[in-house]
């Protein structure tokens, strides 16, 4: 089923606008940097993949998002890796069962949340999440 994101501000952010989408992932990164993962947290005691997304997109680009990765996966219109633009949803297949989730910044270099290191920005093209990319989807 597809799920549609819903403006929730009147200010919300054109997502079309990935000029100002980039600085907004920036600043996020700055204000979150080094935040420590936790699964099903979403406050700067312990956030995970999911949570970063939702709060992003509710919080700074007003648009309400579901607050799952499987969820987030079914959102928007899929894109082409070569396509990307900032704020577009980068999926992994990190085991089995497991997804992870991130927003694409630029130059192949995505903002998420590593297990190990907690909130940071990392690239596309590395060994490991070359090897586990799934997909991207375009929320607009």
């Known amino acids: ?27 996020q990164h700055d204000t979150w940097r080094h935040t420590r993962h936790r699964l099903g947290g979403t ?11 939702y709060r992003t997109y509710r919080e ?5 998002m579901p607050r799952t990765t499987d969820s987030q996966a079914d959102m928007g219109k899929r894109v082409y890796r070569e396509q990307l633009q900032a704020g577009d949803l980068v999926f ?14 630029e130059d192949g270099k995505f903002l998420h949340v590593s297990s190990s290191q907690g909130v940071k920005l990392s690239s596309l093209d590395s060994p490991y999440w070359s090897s586990t990319y799934w997909k991207a989807q375009r929320i607009r």
């Open 1 to 27: 089923s597809q799920y549609h994101t819903v403006k929730i501000a009147d200010a919300a952010v054109d997502l079309n606008d990935t000029a100002k989408v980039k600085v907004i992932l920036q600043q």
């Open 43 to 53: 406050s700067k005691k312990g956030i995970d993949c999911s949570g970063l997304v």
């Open 92 to 105: 992994f297949k990190t085991g089995l069962f497991s997804r992870h989730v991130g927003m694409y910044v």
């Open 60 to 64: 700074e680009l007003g648009y309400d």
